[in-house]
């Protein structure tokens, strides 16, 4: 009894990871810079202006809103605009991401900006 609820955990762990990409078969990409292309992480793009936007760049067309019950490639871009690319570097062996994001409605609970 032990060895078969044993071998039963381990198949349901060992299937759970094929379980996890959602939506099944996307890929999504990042583009690798080389040393000399290193982006700086200082609000301004235009390090990553080189890269393609096509397979890098991931939009609204593939974001879904479940609060407003919107499908993929639905959201209403006046309401909401998301752009991100991500980048690797081999030999620093780090990520870079760039977002840049749109919200016409962004809650604040601070009275005045802090300096």
Do not use: C
Request: cysteine-free.
């Amino acid at each position: 009894m032990r060895k078969t609820l044993v071998s039963a955990l381990l198949a349901a762990v060992v299937a759970l990871p094929a379980l996890a990409h959602f939506p099944p078969g996307e890929l999504l990409f990042a583009v690798q810079f080389p040393d000399e292309n290193i982006p700086v992480i200082d609000g301004n793009h235009a390090d990553w202006a080189a890269v393609p936007q096509i397979p890098y760049e991931v939009g609204n067309d593939k974001y879904s809103d479940s609060v407003y019950s919107k499908a993929r490639g639905e959201i209403d871009v006046s309401d909401l605009s998301v752009r991100q690319i991500v980048g690797w570097n081999d030999n620093t062996d780090l990520l870079y991401f760039m977002a840049e994001v749109f919200d016409n409605g962004r809650p604040r609970d601070a009275e005045a900006p802090k300096a």
